[in-house]
């Protein structure tokens, strides 16, 4: 084997697997066909759960200086979708280019010994029962193949990865001739985060922290134009003005384009020994920056997954578990980044006054807006349902909370080793340190419980004895090794 597992593709759903599979002794290498990091990118928002998930990897600290954070979303020019009451350590979004969340998760999974093959693309792949060759070519045409045990694909939309699986990827556009531009601004917008539709198109602005703000447009009017035709400075302006009545002094485009917005999903997020995340399994509307956050949550479930089936300790199913636990995810995406789109695509002044109208009453209504940021934005209330669980929880996020011992802190902290977390004041049993640390909760009274990885709950008992310890322990991280 050259390697346990080959990432294809190093954008930041790659790089965050890389790095929790390098950290935990995987040999992993990636496959890139880029040379050179671009400073542009469509992605911009990280979310709450994704933050705690960076938090989880020690990384959210240095995430955050990069941008800006921002208290929620203003939509249709006066309904706010407020963040503040949000569980947890960030009721916010990060708003930041992807590039730099990129050189945090690249550093992090080169220091821990990740190899990256810069400059190269695949070819093809062939898989049989022992593992998976891959075929790459560098940029200049040298062949070489790769035998690894795993490939995930990571590529994005036009994955080869997938394509070479034979996975369907069924879909279609939902908005085409979108405009994208990151210019400077001479007035600040009343709200930092906003998008309005009107009779003429849309308009959604978001700033970057640092001076430079993202706004992506369609223009009704102009029709349906291909990606390849140079958006037009003014004509966005233009738009900026009929949405919110100015343009605010924009000026000094620094990149723009075109694009076409598509909602695809792949039938099986898994085929064989080979794997999908990110683009490579789902794309959508950028409707509430969920791209990047899903594919993010895409690698961080399926990391720890991969490490115990490379160790040889995964239970039955596990690889499995997977699919049944992101897919259902990523329809979800699917279907609200594209309502979120398709209410600011309206024509009709009487919709849009509906639109407006029903939105406004919602969210008026505390129930509701909370549950709108916790299901359709900030990944918090994500959750995996397990059909044989025997306690209320199971599949649940895990918040973070203190814990005591030699090493006190925070369970997110404690999490950071990529290994489960056994929540108990119970001596822990012998021959699972490999794979499972302990800590004690800080607080008397709290339940024990076994935290996933990717901080979410496997097992949990208000009185437990140590053969519950065992069991699940045994259940989870396969059977102990003494000696």
């Not at 690249?106 to 220091?111: G, I, Q, V, Y």
């Not at 279609?172 to 600040?188: G, I």
């Not at 807006?369 to 934005?377: G, K, Q």
């Not at 794979?435 to 208000?462: E, F, I, K, N």
Request: aromatic letters at 6%.
């Amino acid at each position: 084997m050259n390697a346990d597992v080959v990432i294809v593709g190093a954008g930041p759903t790659g790089l965050l697997l890389a790095g929790d599979l390098a950290g935990a002794g995987i040999r992993v290498t990636l496959v890139e066909r880029r040379t050179e990091e671009s400073p542009l990118s469509r992605a911009f928002a990280v979310h709450a759960r994704t933050l705690e998930m960076l938090d989880m990897r020690g990384l959210a600290d240095q995430a955050l200086v990069t941008g800006t954070t921002v208290p929620g979303l203003l939509i249709w020019d006066h309904v706010k979708i407020g963040m503040t009451e949000l569980p947890g350590r960030h009721p916010y979004m990060l708003i930041t280019p992807q590039y730099e969340i990129e050189r945090l998760l690249a550093k992090r999974a080169l220091d821990n010994g990740a190899e990256l093959l810069a400059g190269h693309e695949v070819a093809g792949l062939e898989q049989d029962g022992g593992g998976v060759d891959v075929r790459v070519r560098t940029l200049d045409g040298n062949p070489r193949t790769l035998r690894t045990s795993y490939v995930v694909g990571a590529d994005g939309r036009y994955s080869i990865v997938r394509e070479a699986a034979g996975i369907p990827f069924p879909g279609h556009a939902v908005a085409r001739s979108m405009m994208l531009a990151d210019v400077r601004l001479a007035e600040r917008p009343t709200e930092l985060l906003s998008v309005n539709g009107v009779r003429q198109g849309f308009v959604f602005i978001a700033p970057f922290g640092d001076g430079w703000y993202r706004v992506i447009g369609r223009n009704h009017t102009n029709g349906d134009l291909s990606d390849e035709v140079p958006v037009d400075f003014e004509e966005l302006k233009w738009l900026t003005r009929k949405a919110y009545g100015t343009d605010f002094g924009m000026h000094d485009p620094r990149w723009m384009s075109r694009f076409h917005s598509e909602e695809r999903q792949a039938v099986h997020y898994r085929a064989g020994r080979v794997f999908l995340v990110g683009d490579a399994a789902h794309v959508h509307a950028p409707a509430g920056g969920q791209g990047m956050n899903t594919g993010l949550q895409d690698a961080a479930n399926l990391s720890w997954k991969l490490v115990a089936a490379v160790r040889g300790w995964a239970r039955p199913g596990l690889l499995d578990s997977y699919e049944r636990e992101r897919h259902p995810v990523g329809r979800t995406v699917l279907r609200t980044s594209g309502l979120l789109t398709r209410l600011a695509l309206l024509r009709s002044p009487v919709l849009r006054a509906a639109r407006n109208q029903i939105s406004g009453a919602l969210m008026r209504v505390g129930p509701v807006r909370r549950a709108v940021a916790l299901n359709m934005l900030s990944g918090i209330a994500i959750g995996y349902p397990t059909p044989d669980a025997t306690f209320a929880g199971a599949g649940r996020r895990v918040p973070d909370f203190a814990i005591d011992g030699e090493s006190p802190g925070r369970l997110y902290e404690a999490l950071r080793g990529g290994r489960f977390v056994l929540s108990t004041p119970l001596s822990p049993p012998a021959g699972w340190s490999d794979r499972a640390d302990h800590v004690v909760p800080a607080r008397a009274g709290t339940r024990s419980m076994l935290v996933r990885p990717d901080g979410y709950l496997a097992w949990a008992s208000d009185k437990p004895t140590t053969g519950d310890l065992v069991h699940a322990l045994t259940d989870w991280c396969g059977p102990a090794r003494i000696g």
